[in-house]
């Protein structure tokens, strides 16, 4: 109780929708509950909860349940994330299960589909304690992952990318799926250990090179 899941809808009638939650009785999602008129097969997301008999039901009307000011939590904190709808900044998702948060789209390293649960980090807790999120942890750390994602890139196009610190942002959001700033700042991380070559067009593996995340990782 208390989770906020992406369920299937197995049935509707008189009284509601009923989901398989994994329990071999499905959870009821009254009309009363409902922001639209689910379609068996479809999957709906909700918000468990006990009504006041303590029976299980679940809710789509998620804003009587997740807040938009969050307390407890900082910048860095890793979190659980559940996402909601797509907007046009990036993504709205549910933090923890009790808090909204966004991710913009600069921060999103991969696609991500509506119910898709994935860890993430708190980027900001602005001053109405709305949350920004990431799904790339802060300081060096993001980095790092940046860094395994380019040696990644590498090995699978035979050593060399065609991409350089004036390549465009956009071409290296939708080679790589990160920011033009991070991956500037991770290829000249792997320079420096020597794990890459940086030529006029693009980045080459160095001979010898390996994708081990602690040859990425500062000491």
Not at 57 to 64: E, F
Not at 123 to 129: A, Q
Request: positive net charge; proline residues 5%; glycine residues 10%.
């Amino acid at each position: 109780m208390g989770e906020v899941a992406y369920l299937e809808v197995v049935t509707v009638n008189e009284t509601g929708a009923f989901l398989d939650w994994g329990h071999p009785r499905d959870v009821l999602l009254p009309f009363g509950e409902q922001r639209f008129r689910p379609t068996p097969g479809k999957r709906v997301l909700v918000r468990l909860y006990e009504d006041q008999q303590g029976r299980p039901v679940a809710s789509q009307k998620l804003d009587r349940f997740v807040q938009d000011e969050a307390t407890g939590l900082v910048p860095g904190d890793e979190v659980e994330l559940i996402v909601a709808d797509a907007t046009d900044l990036g993504y709205k998702a549910v933090v923890n299960h009790r808090y909204w948060g966004l991710l913009y789209r600069d921060d999103v390293t991969r696609p991500l589909r509506r119910g898709q649960r994935t860890q993430g980090y708190v980027k900001r807790v602005r001053d109405d304690g709305r949350l920004d999120l990431s799904l790339l942890p802060p300081g060096a750390a993001r980095l790092d992952v940046v860094g395994e994602q380019v040696l990644k890139a590498l090995r699978e196009s035979g050593g060399y990318l065609p991409l350089s610190d004036k390549s465009d942002a956009a071409e290296i959001k939708s080679r790589l799926g990160v920011s033009k700033n991070a991956f500037k700042q991770a290829i000249g991380r792997l320079y420096k250990r020597r794990l890459i070559v940086i030529e006029a067009h693009g980045i080459r593996l160095a001979p010898g090179a390996t994708a081990d995340p602690a040859r990425v990782r500062v000491d």
